[in-house]
């Protein structure tokens, strides 16, 4: 089956500093890959649409100078997390969608970052 | 905008038992998928099962199958017998078929436990 590739898998860093999280599919294009953040016990909340060569979607509330989006080639987008303070802690998880099927999304193993 | 309840925040079943996870949404649609994943403690996010809304059969997956009645709008998972291994977080989602547009939307989640 497809795989998307997300790197790091955790990370810790000091407050003010930035993070980029890579989302990488391995064995298909994806014109389009997402970003989710997950607290503890609670659901996935769709942050932004990562749109190969053009700027991402954010949703309602999501600060796009805060996280910035990258998604500069068909099988990797990054994501950067700027100015990290400790509230920014949390698991992210991309997504990529096959762009052969339009149907199918895969998940990347996701991030835990943590921001003393 | 849609959304989608899963009012069993913890269910628990014994081992080699059946169980059903219940899961509604709100939609003006009447054209969109729904799915069931699966996120174990790796956090990984594992697709389950998939339903498209204009299929009258409920789909089915080995030991997993959905009950998917579109006019009250509910989409609920069955376990039959349940292995250790299905223990994990559930989540149903919802999206829609727009090419390039991502809007799936998570359920808050059903914490599944199997006893031995």
């Known amino acids: 089956g497809a795989v998307v590739s997300q790197h790091p898998s955790r990370v810790i860093c000091k407050s003010g500093t930035s993070v980029k999280i890579e989302c990488r599919s391995l064995d298909f294009q994806a014109t389009t890959m997402f970003w989710y953040r997950q607290f503890p016990k609670q659901s996935l909340m769709l942050m932004a649409t990562?749109?190969?060569?053009?700027?991402?979607?954010?949703e309602q509330g999501v600060e796009k100078d805060k996280f910035l989006i990258n998604h500069a080639s068909l099988t990797l987008s990054t994501l950067t997390v700027t100015s990290a303070h400790p509230e920014d802690s949390s698991f992210y998880i991309c997504?990529?969608?096959?762009?052969?099927?339009?149907?199918?999304?895969?998940f990347g193993s996701g991030t835990q970052l943590s921001v003393l | 905008a849609q959304t989608v309840t899963q009012s069993q925040p913890e269910m628990s079943v014994q081992e080699a038992e059946t169980v059903t996870l219940s899961c509604t949404y709100d939609?003006?649609?009447?054209?969109?998928?729904l799915f069931w994943y699966k996120q174990p403690p790796s956090r990984q996010m594992i697709l389950v099962i998939r339903q498209e809304a204009y299929k009258q059969q409920n789909a089915t997956e080995n030991r997993f199958s959905v009950n998917f009645q579109k006019a009250a709008k509910s989409f609920s998972l069955k376990i039959s017998d349940s292995q250790l291994g299905d223990a994990a977080m559930y989540f149903c989602?919802?999206?829609?078929?727009?090419?390039?547009?991502?809007?799936?939307?998570f359920g808050a989640g059903t914490r599944l436990t199997v006893k031995p």
């Open positions: 989602a919802y999206r829609t078929p727009l090419k390039g547009n991502n809007d799936m939307r």
């Open positions: 939609t003006s649609e009447s054209d969109y998928y």
């Open positions: 990562s749109n190969e060569g053009s700027k991402a979607t954010y």
């Open positions: 997504s990529a969608r096959d762009t052969r099927t339009n149907e199918k999304l895969f």
